[in-house]
């Protein structure tokens, strides 16, 4: 089973793919480390029995030439490594860069009205959704 996942400071995109089909899942709203990873364990313990490995596909900002970009990415993929290890993971982990996913699904909620769109912000829906275009990502560099 593959989950893709968005991580934020107040809230964490999740999505998975079924059959080649990405779906994504109601978003994790953080009220803390621990909080957030007793919920995502409880989502990955549902598919452990039955899906054997598990791969999580985290979307960060990957670094390119300068120092400063470079720090924020091992920055991140500590802050992952520590919440990963709340949770007692052991499957697969994936880095994969994020650029724009906010923004590309953003543009895919264009059609609903402003209210909605806003709204989609606050509940996390645009963070699963978020999760979902890196999902597409990683597929799309593996096929």
């Known amino acids: 089973m593959i989950f893709g996942v968005d991580f934020g400071l107040k809230r964490i995109g999740i ?13 994790i709203m953080r009220k803390n480390r621990n909080q957030a990873s007793l919920e995502l364990k409880k989502i990955l313990m549902q598919y452990t029995n039955d899906m054997g490995i598990i791969t999580l596909v985290f979307g960060i900002p990957l670094s390119y030439n300068d120092s400063e970009s470079n720090r924020k990415e091992v920055e991140m993929k500590k802050r992952i490594t520590h919440f990963l290890s709340l949770i007692d993971f052991c499957g697969n982990v994936i880095y994969l860069d994020e650029s724009y996913s906010s923004i590309e699904a953003e543009d895919r909620l264009k059609d609903r009205n402003y209210k909605k769109r806003l709204d989609s912000r606050k509940n996390g829906i645009i963070d699963s959704l978020s999760a979902c275009i890196i999902l597409e990502r990683y597929l799309k560099e593996n096929n």
Do not use: R, W, Y
Request: proline share 15%; glycine share 8%.
């Open 15 to 27: 999505a998975k793919v079924i059959n080649g089909i990405i779906v994504p899942l109601s978003p």
